[in-house]
């Protein structure tokens, strides 16, 4: 194997590195297996297929300064931080997995080296390492360019409650339960050590645990880092990370001094393609209003932008409320 230290926290990076190997180095997997182990800023990563809006609260996230972005790979949102670690093997599809899916050979790799640090670890179900019956880690895979990229997650000392906060999108849902029950679920591997350990001595430990104590290395060239920023630039992009969202419907409901309303609209590639505001409220010229949302973009800051423009289309609801009141955002 291979090892390539990215020297970044920078999530879009560090995703993009991968990209870049399978793309644009495909001499470094001819022969062999990169592996790449990095952390990020706080971030959200979402799955390939899945539909960003549902998955996290991106108001909350867009506040508090977490990274948003779309993996090549399928599976759930994972959240990363700068106490945990994310791994990606990067190698050439032989005949027999050219084709499809499959984790066992890496998880068990990754067990191991945490095995051999004094944790207990379990592989479970489809792509899931466990700790104590709780989950550690989470596994995805995608193909490309004749190439396999397995990439996954390693809980250390994760801020649990900034996970929950993030991918919880119902404002009605009650955070304190939220955490409780993902809780019961997940952990912190630094929780199940009989010793004290910084996360960089982790990753050394890691790292020379599946490299082994004398291993290959390919550093970063300067035309590598220009590279990988091109495709990182193109993953940072609105149309890449909530653009490729699937088609959906919403329904959301506020009250405000001047009455009830309720906005069902469908968006589509990111973007509001029908509208409707129901409700007991006060309008001139709804249909304007209307017309004018049609094909922004479903994020707060485009709406309000537009709905400015019709300050006083309702009566005694804000531009701000309205906006509020489309994007399900309190």
């Known amino acids: 194997m ?16 991968e990209l870049y190997i ?4 495909p001499e470094l997997i001819e022969k062999n297996t990169v592996f790449m182990l990095w952390r990020t800023e706080p971030t959200l990563m979402v799955g390939k297929y899945q539909n960003v809006f549902e998955e996290i609260d991106v ?12 993996r090549m790979s399928g599976g759930g949102t994972v959240f990363t931080d700068l106490g945990g670690y994310q791994y990606s093997f990067i190698r050439k599809s032989d005949n027999a997995e050219a084709d499809k899916i499959n984790f066992s050979e890496y998880m068990q790799l990754i067990k191991s080296a945490l095995n051999n640090l004094g944790a207990n670890a379990c592989v479970t179900g489809r792509n899931d390492i466990t700790l104590a019956g709780k989950k550690i880690s989470g596994n995805a895979q995608y193909k490309q360019n004749g190439a396999t990229v397995h990439h996954g997650t390693l809980l250390f000392s994760t801020d649990i409650e900034q996970m929950v906060r993030a991918t919880t999108v119902d404002p009605n849902k009650i955070i304190s339960k939220s955490i409780k029950s993902v809780r ?12 004290e350990i910084a996360p960089e001595e982790f990753k ?15 550093e970063l060239t300067q035309a590598d880092i220009s590279g990988i920023n091109e495709i990182a630039h ?19 409901t506020g009250y ?9 609209l469908n968006v589509e590639n990111g973007h509001i393609s029908s509208l409707a505001l129901t409700g007991d409220f006060f309008a001139v010229d709804l249909d304007s209003l209307i017309n004018a949302l049609i094909g922004c973009k479903y994020e707060y ?3 309000l932008e537009r709905l400015q423009a019709h300050e006083n289309a309702i009566y005694r609801i804000s531009s701000e409320e309205l906006a509020k009141a489309i994007m399900g955002v309190e």
Not at 59 to 70: F, N, S, V
Not at 184 to 195: F, Q
Not at 234 to 245: N, P
Not at 256 to 264: D, E, H
């Open 184 to 195: 019961e679920r997940v952990t912190n591997i630094s929780e199940h050590l009989n010793y």
């Open 59 to 70: 108001e909350y996230a867009k506040a508090q300064g977490i990274h948003i972005l779309r």
């Open 256 to 264: 405000f001094a001047g009455g009830k309303l309720t906005a069902s």
């Open 301 to 303: 800051e485009a709406v």
């Open 22 to 25: 399978v793309t644009k180095k």
């Open 234 to 252: 193109e993953f940072m992009s609105w149309e890449f990370v909530f653009g490729k969202s699937p088609k959906f419907s919403i329904i959301n």
């Open 204 to 218: 050394a430990r890691v790292v020379n645990s599946i490299m082994g104590e004398s291993y290959d290395s390919h």
């Open 2 to 17: 291979i090892y390539i230290e990215t020297n970044s926290t920078n999530p879009y990076f560090n995703l993009a590195t």
